[in-house]
């Protein structure tokens, strides 16, 4: 069956340190795969898309790779501040035809001051 | 920035009601979705349609149904309201990447 994965375990971070989220996905071959950024009461918003034929996406302090061959995504947020916390979700969207975006369970974010 | 819209925000209703949450969304894309939200629990897909005519259920089963006669609009309905019903709903729009409105945040009393 079809899973993306993410840490359901709270990351606790220091202020100013490098953080590093996963997600690992089985059965699917996406043709893009996605970051959002949820805060409590509100829908997820676009970070950062990786297309499957990029190792790497930057944009200000956030770093997306994408390995298909491990089937997995790595999302840094260099210089954490205590505003980044919040849940991060990855999504994908499969190859072909009539493809809808697919979200990960997410992972909670916290940077400690 | 995304023009995707939910009404209401917030609605307290009683047991046995009929609701229609209202999506509306002006960016012309053929994918809509709705979910089901807990505070603090993941996102659940319930509806999503891949155009004008197109439903279909989404991972968790739920008593509401969707309507897609035009492109930019995606009503949810629930026929007869359950304080089970009470949770945040989500509506998105996505090309390949998808937009969220702001939510709905229904207590059924």
């Known amino acids: 069956s079809q899973k993306i994965e993410q840490n359901s375990e709270a990351l606790n971070i220091q202020e100013g340190k490098t953080a590093t989220l996963t997600c690992n996905y089985t059965?699917?071959?996406?043709?893009?795969l996605q970051w959002y950024r949820q805060d409590p009461g509100r829908g997820p918003v676009f970070l950062l898309l990786?297309?499957?034929?990029?190792k790497e996406k930057r944009k200000e302090r956030l770093k997306v790779t994408f390995d298909t061959t491990l089937k997995q995504s790595l999302f840094h947020i260099t210089a954490s501040q205590p505003a980044d916390s919040a849940t991060y979700l990855c999504a994908l969207l499969n190859s072909g035809g009539y493809q809808k975006v697919t979200f990960g369970t997410g992972t909670k974010l916290q940077v400690i001051p | 920035e995304a023009d995707i819209y939910q009404t209401p925000r917030y609605l307290v209703i009683g047991t046995g009601k009929k609701i229609t949450l209202e999506c509306s969304q002006t960016?012309?894309?053929?994918?809509m979705y709705w979910y089901q939200q807990d505070p603090g629990m993941e996102l659940h897909l319930i509806h999503y349609?891949?155009?004008?005519?197109?439903?279909e259920k989404g991972d968790l089963s739920s008593e509401s149904t969707v309507s897609r006669i035009r492109t930019e609009h995606f009503p949810l309905t629930l026929e007869s309201a359950r304080p089970s019903h009470t949770s945040q709903y989500l509506c998105?729009?996505?090309?390949?990447?998808?937009?969220f409105g702001q939510g709905t945040r229904l207590t059924v009393v």
């Open positions: 990786i297309r499957e034929n990029e």
């Open positions: 059965n699917y071959s996406p043709a893009y």
């Open positions: 998105a729009s996505s090309d390949s990447r998808a937009f």
């Open positions: 960016m012309g894309h053929d994918k």
């Open positions: 349609s891949y155009g004008v005519n197109s439903t």
